[in-house]
């Protein structure tokens, strides 16, 4: 009889402390098994042409590579903060994930293009491969290609100045 009610009160508990140590933990700091190696191995196409796009385009300087849609809604939030950093200076290469190039090409119309780059992953293989959860995700990656930090979600001006932008000046050397 005593084990009718120990045995539900045990699972409480369990659930209970289970929910505690979840709530102390940021649900965007998902750690990557790629920091610190190599971007992974791709060949995809710029958006709108048959042209081929590989890792080997992304070496030889420090970048961001931003993983967006047109249908992804936080992508719009992140936007701004991207032109602007595209009009500063900072090489931006895009992979349009699980859309289709005139989607892509229709949205970047209208909001601007922050990109050096705009490369289709209609498919999602490549994401897959980057270990992306969903879009926007944004990687530092320095001149050899190296992946230096994943940063998951919209970027916002905090992310960009406490974290991003010292990776990404720490990388030119």
């Known amino acids: 009889m005593r084990l009718r009610y120990l045995l539900p009160a045990a699972v409480l508990v369990v659930l209970i402390v289970l929910f505690a140590f979840g709530l102390q933990h940021d649900p965007r700091a998902v750690p990557s098994p790629l920091i610190g190696k190599p971007a992974p191995d791709f060949s995809l196409r710029v958006v709108g042409a048959d042209t081929p ?45 699980k859309d289709t190039d005139a989607e892509g090409l229709r949205w970047l119309q209208r909001h601007g293009n922050p990109y ?9 293989t490549a994401g897959l491969d980057w270990g992306v959860y969903g879009v926007p995700e944004t ?34 050397g």
């Open 53 to 97: 796009f590989t890792r080997d385009d992304l070496l030889g300087r420090p970048l961001l590579v931003n993983f967006w849609a047109s249908w992804c809604v936080a992508c719009r939030v992140e936007h701004p903060l991207l032109m602007e950093l595209a009009r500063q200076g900072v090489e931006i290469v895009g992979i349009d994930y």
């Open 116 to 124: 050096r780059h705009v490369v289709a992953d209609t498919q999602g």
């Open 139 to 172: 990687f530092v990656l320095d001149a050899k290609g190296i992946i230096v930090h994943k940063h998951i979600g919209p970027l916002d001006e905090d992310a960009w100045r406490s974290t991003i932008a010292p990776l990404l000046a720490g990388t030119q």
